[in-house]
T-cell receptor, first 114, second 113 residues
Framework: GDSVTQMEGPVTLSEEAFLTINCTYT??????LFWYVQYPGEGLQLLLK?????DKGSNKGFEATYRKETTSFHLEKGSVQVSDSAVYFC?????????????FGAGTRLAVHP | NAGVTQTPKFRVLKTGQSMTLLCAQD?????MYWYRQDPGMGLRLIHY???????AKGEVPDGYNVSRLKKQNFLLGLESAAPSQTSVYFC????????????FGPGTRLTVT
């Protein structure tokens, strides 16, 4: 079945460091791909998305490119801030999900220190 | 516009007790969802609804029941709580278009002792 695999955390970085969080997926057809972020004590918020191959999603300095050839959707940011500390979830929506089904990865915790 | 709200925020139950979690959304969304979040497992779908009066099972439905009597509300019930149901529960809602964004509530932390 469809699935999402994320790199295990926690990821610990100093402020202004470069961030990469790896995400790979298994799915039939052409799923849409998402990154959600969960700040401490809050629900999930959509960070960015891409709906077809080679699309690049971007928001708040974060980027991810839909790579069908490598079935990947890695999250990157050039210079992280302390306020980026959160848990990041990669997710996919199958091509024929019907009810807007989302399949989530396990999440990667990011801690950014001053 | 409050978005998605959940009641209560925290709850402690004893094994065998029952409770209902309430989710409300004011965005006129057709679709609503209940997830549970456990460490290292991401979010798993419990039940969902594609419209008022309809419900369906998700990935982990056992031990839970749901009702969608009004479009804006989606209730999650635990009839006889078990320690394995200790988790954080999230409600979400979305428009009907395929692959649209889901909007999440702040969560309910439930502990079953």
């Amino acid at each position: 079945g469809d699935s999402v695999t994320q790199m295990e955390g926690p990821v610990t970085l100093s402020e202004e460091a470069f961030l990469t969080i790896n995400c790979t997926y298994t799915a039939t057809g052409y799923p849409s791909l998402f990154w959600y972020v969960q700040y401490p004590g809050e629900g999930l918020q959509l960070l960015l998305k891409a709906t077809k191959a080679d699309d690049k999603g971007s928001n708040k300095g974060f980027e991810a490119t839909y790579r069908k050839e490598t079935t990947s959707f890695h999250l990157e940011k050039g210079s992280v801030q302390v306020s980026d500390s959160a848990v990041y979830f990669c997710a996919l929506s199958p091509f024929s999900g019907g009810y807007n089904k989302l399949i989530f990865g396990a999440g990667t915790r990011l801690a950014v220190h001053p | 516009n409050a978005g998605v709200t959940q009641t209560p925020k925290f709850r402690v139950l004893k094994t065998g007790q029952s409770m209902t979690l309430l989710c409300a959304q004011d965005m006129n969304h057709e679709y609503m969802y209940w997830y549970r979040q456990d460490p290292g497992m991401g979010l798993r779908l419990i039940h969902y609804s594609v419209g008022e009066g309809t419900t369906a099972k998700g990935e982990v439905p056992d031990g839970y029941n749901v009702s969608r009597l009004k479009k804006q509300n989606f209730l999650l019930g635990l009839e006889s709580a078990a320690p394995s149901q200790t988790s954080v529960y999230f409600c979400a809602s979305s428009y009907t278009s395929v692959q649209n964004e889901q909007y999440f509530g702040p969560g309910t932390r439930l502990t079953v002792t």
